[in-house]
C-alpha cells in the first residue's frame, strides 16, 4: 500500500503580530520546528485520523456522499475534517490512516495548527494523486485556519508553506527577504498558558473600534517599526533588531495582550543579556522570543526553563513545506 509522509514547520512572527489583521505589514519566519503527517491507504472507511502526542483519534465514514466523523475531540480534528470536505468536493477522496506527529508545541504561537494543516494536506493530498501546488497547499491551510482562528491574518499559512522569512500583508501578499542574523541566535520559551487564538484577536478588533484615533496612532508605529527593521535584518545589525523587537513588545503591551507571565519571561531573558524580547503570536499565553549573541544564548535558555516548561534555541528561515517519503 503505498504511503506519503510529509512535514511543514512552526513559525514565529518577528514583527507585527495583530497589527497584521487591520493590513499592516509583519515579519514572520518558519523555525526548526516541525510537524509529520504520514498518510497510508486503506481498503475500505472509515478514514481514520489520529495524533500521536495528544493521544486522539477521530473515524471519518462516507456516507451517501457526505462525510460524518465520529471523535470524542470533534474540535481537535475539525480543521483536518473541512479540508477533507474540500477534497469530497472535487470527488477525489479514499479511505486512509493518517498520523500526526508533530514537534510543534500545541496553542504555543508558534503555528501549530498551520503546520498541521500544510503536513496534512501535502501528505493525503499527494496520496490522492493531486498535484502538490503551492496554492493548492496555501488554500487548504488558510481553510483550516479559519475553523481554528475564525478570522486569521493569513501570515501563519503562508509561512509555514513558503519558509523562510517574508514580509507579509493581507492586501499585498508577502514577499521574501534576505536576512543576516550573523552571530545572532532566537530563543523561544513557551509560558506554558493557552488561549485561543480567535478570542484574543476578536478582543483586540473590539478595543480597536472603542479607540480608533489612539489604535490609529499605535498601528502607524507598529508599521514604522516594521519598515525600521528590514534593512538592520538584511545587515544582521543585531542590536537595532533586539530595540525594535522592545519596542514592538511594548505596542503589544499598550493593546492589551501581554500579561504577567510573558512580562516575567522577558524580563528574565533581557535581564540575561538578551538583546531584544517579545510575545511571539496572538498574546496572553503562547510564547515569547529572544535575541541574543552565541555567547549568551545558551545562559539566557537554561534561565528561561527555570521559568518555563519549555525553551529552545531555534533555527530560523528554515524550508518550507516538503514531501518526506512518498
Known amino acids: 500500500m ?3 509522509r510529509a512535514s511543514a514547520p512552526g513559525k514565529i512572527i518577528l514583527f507585527g503580530e495583530h497589527f497584521v489583521v487591520r493590513g499592516n505589514h509583519a515579519i514572520a ?8 503527517v504520514s498518510s497510508r491507504e486503506k481498503r475500505d472507511w472509515p478514514l481514520i485520523i489520529e495524533s500521536r502526542n495528544l493521544g486522539m483519534q477521530a473515524r471519518v465514514y462516507l456516507d451517501k456522499g457526505k ?24 470527488g477525489k477522496i479514499q479511505p486512509a490512516i493518517i498520523t500526526i506527529d508533530s514537534e510543534i508545541p500545541v496553542s504555543a504561537g508558534l503555528g501549530s495548527s498551520a503546520a498541521s494543516a500544510a503536513a496534512f494536506t501535502a501528505s493525503y493530498g499527494r496520496l490522492l494523486g493531486f498535484t502538490i501546488t503551492r496554492e493548492f497547499l496555501l488554500e487548504m491551510s ?29 492586501e499585498e501578499g508577502y514577499q521574501r ?24 484577536v476578536l478582543d483586540v478588533l473590539e478595543l480597536y473600534d472603542r479607540h480608533e484615533r489612539v489604535f490609529d496612532a499605535i498601528y502607524r508605529a507598529a508599521e514604522e517599526v516594521v519598515r525600521e527593521s528590514i534593512p538592520a535584518l538584511e545587515r544582521g545589525e543585531l542590536d537595532v533588531i533586539g530595540e525594535l523587537m522592545n519596542v514592538n513588545q511594548g505596542l503589544l503591551y499598550s493593546i492589551g495582550v501581554s500579561n504577567e507571565r510573558i512580562e516575567k519571561l522577558l524580563h528574565v531573558a533581557r535581564n540575561e543579556g538578551a538583546l531584544g524580547a517579545k510575545l511571539t503570536g496572538a498574546g496572553r499565553g503562547g510564547s515569547i522570543i529572544a535575541l541574543a549573541t552565541d555567547e549568551n544564548a545558551g545562559r539566557i535558555k537554561s534561565r528561561l526553563l527555570e ?17 518526506e517519503e512518498d
Open 2 to 4: 503505498n504511503n506519503v
Open 29 to 36: 519566519g518558519s523555525i526548526g520546528l516541525r510537524a509529520y
Open 67 to 90: 462525510l460524518k466523523a465520529k471523535t470524542g475531540h470533534i474540535e481537535v480534528f475539525r480543521p483536518f475534517i473541512q479540508i477533507l470536505e474540500r477534497l469530497r468536493e472535487t
Open 142 to 170: 488558510y481553510e483550516a485556519e479559519r475553523v481554528v482562528h475564525g478570522k486569521p491574518s493569513g501570515i501563519d499559512n503562508t509561512i509555514v508553506v513558503e519558509g523562510g522569512v517574508i514580509l507579509y500583508s493581507r
Open 177 to 200: 527577504i534576505s536576512v543576516d542574523m550573523n552571530n545572532g541566535r532566537l530563543i523561544i520559551a513557551d509560558t506554558g498558558v493557552r488561549r485561543r487564538t480567535g478570542d484574543v
Open 307 to 323: 521559568n518555563a516548561p519549555w525553551s529552545g534555541i531555534g533555527e530560523f528561515g528554515v524550508e518550507g513545506v516538503k514531501i
